[in-house]
């Protein structure tokens, strides 16, 4: 079993019987040190994880666990509240079925089983005292591009839980976020919009993309019409923000995700103003575009 | 300078010039030490500087308009670092040829060039540094190296830059260093920061 490095004053572990496809350590990530060429990091919707948070008594920028495509197995050493947010997924305490949105509560030594969802892709998991691996630069967050924070989570990993908090929040249920089939985002365009003619534009907002199965937490990379420049040669390199519409030499755009590099060199044709739906967007999902006025 | 909108939470100052990108950074930062500009990162870069997590982007940008950036020496004080360097890399021949130079002559000159780091990126403490004339540009490798190693001094464009840790690059290589560039235990964790001034010494 693999220990990770813990903070004093951890009560108790989760024991990882089988990790699942892609599970990370994620908080609301390490905002602040861009201009050192440090990603942000972060669940993929914070809002999900911090919901996860309250429904078991932590604050919201606790650490707790992403999975993409669940397929987990987590035995708590202690007793616990839990909560699972994010995608539709069977959850089941022991033989025991238990909702998403939920707090459940957990038996020390009982098994946690996170199923595959059912629509969409990635849960957020939150026990009380949240996972107390080490903070690096202010954050537990995994970085996938940077290699900073703990690396992903493997099988027979044993991660550090900390002090509960609070009680649980009294709630009943939470509604969760619908996984639609196409997935309408709002575009901004800039701040290198004039890099691209004026066809690029109309493309981008008149027709369908879908998400390639090479996606991940770096960026949503998008199938479509690609996307024709105006202006040739590179663009020196400059900052990049989350929800940034980049577009490569293909022409072919991504759209940056939580773990985004700091600064690129191809121009962004637009800025999306939420990203957490890309979260849940499995490979061959239809996006579609907007402006900010509908 | 022109500011230009990112999105619904941030700017970008479009500079004319490299020196401008500086005093900008400088002055930004100044301003939120003061409390007087709210923004989550300042990240400066090779021709702009990117203000993140701006809760009023609007009011902000008229504001900076009316700003005149000062000097760019005061802003997190300016330091020069030594970083001790080993010049054996594989691709000085390459170097010297695209200088019509020599090798020795291109170990003297980069030894002898004050550097600044211009603004970092890539990876986390990866500092892109300028001080060599314009005409030492270089070509990358057309090909990129699967790795390359943490410490490697490498050249590309117009920049000389130090890998921080391995990572796929296809910077030219010209020497290397045992100094560590980024230790999330320090403060700052990153030993070349934007505004340092560096020298690539022999040693």
């Known amino acids: ?294 | 300078m022109r500011i230009r909108p990112v999105g619904r939470h941030a700017l970008l100052l479009d500079c004319d010039d490299p020196a401008q990108v500086e005093r900008w950074w400088a002055e930004l930062w100044r301003r939120r030490e003061a409390g007087e500009l709210t923004a989550a990162e300042i990240v400066p870069a090779a021709g702009t500087v990117l203000l993140d997590g701006v809760p009023d982007p609007e009011s902000t940008a008229a504001r900076i308009a009316r700003w005149t950036p000062g000097p760019a020496v005061a802003a997190t004080g300016v330091t020069t670092v030594e970083v001790p360097t080993v010049y054996d890399g594989e691709d000085l021949p390459r170097v010297a040829e695209h200088w019509r130079s020599t090798v020795p002559e291109v170990v003297h000159r980069l030894a002898n060039t004050e550097f600044r780091v211009a603004f970092c990126g890539f990876a986390p403490g990866f500092a892109y540094l300028t001080g060599l004339p314009p005409r030492y540009a270089v070509p990358r490798l057309p090909t990129p190296r699967p790795r390359v190693p943490a410490g490697s001094v490498a050249l590309a464009g117009p920049y000389a830059g130090i890998y921080p840790s391995a990572s796929p690059g296809g910077w030219l290589l010209v020497g290397r260093t045992t100094l560590t560039l980024f230790d999330v235990s320090a403060d700052p964790p990153a030993t070349l920061t934007p505004g340092t001034r560096v020298r690539l010494v022999t040693g």
């Not at chain 1, 839990?82 to 022991?94: E, K, L, S």
């Not at chain 1, 098994?111 to 690096?136: C, F, M, Y």
């Not at chain 1, 202010?138 to 703990?150: F, I, N």
């Open chain 1, 1 to 294: 079993m693999t220990g990770r490095p813990a903070e004093q004053g951890t009560v108790g572990a989760i024991e990882v019987r089988r990790a699942g496809p892609r599970t990370t350590v994620q908080d609301l990530g390490r905002p602040g040190w861009a201009h050192l060429g440090v990603p942000r990091s972060g669940a993929l919707d914070p809002a999900a994880l911090a919901l996860a948070n309250r429904l078991v008594g932590n604050q919201a920028d606790a650490a707790g666990l992403e999975l993409t495509l669940g397929g987990c197995e987590l035995r708590l050493t202690r007793a616990g509240t839990v909560a699972v947010t994010g995608a539709d997924v069977d959850v089941r305490v022991d033989r025991r079925p238990g909702d998403v949105g939920r707090p459940l509560t957990v038996p020390a030594g009982a098994v946690l089983r996170i199923g595959t969802p059912r629509h969409g892709l990635r849960n957020w998991l939150a026990v009380d005292g949240g996972i107390a691996v080490a903070p690096v630069l202010g954050s537990r967050s995994t970085d996938t591009l940077a290699g900073l924070g703990p690396p992903p989570v493997r099988d027979g990993d044993l991660l550090p839980l900390g002090r509960p908090a609070g009680p649980p929040a009294p709630v009943d249920f939470t509604v969760g976020r619908p996984v639609p089939d196409e997935l309408w985002l709002t575009l901004r365009p800039g701040p290198r919009a004039d890099w691209f003619t004026a066809g690029a534009m109309a493309l981008l907002l008149g027709t369908a993309y879908t998400v390639s199965p090479v996606s991940d937490r770096v960026g949503a990379r998008l199938v479509g019409a690609a996307l024709p420049r105006a202006v040739a040669g590179e663009l020196p390199s400059e900052g990049v923000v989350l929800g940034a519409v980049q577009v490569p030499a293909d022409g072919q755009p991504l759209i940056f995700l939580a773990d985004h590099p700091t600064t690129g060199g191809y121009p962004l044709i637009g800025v999306v103003d939420d990203v957490a739906g890309l979260a849940q967007a499995r490979p061959g999902t239809t996006v579609r575009f907007h402006g900010p006025q509908r």
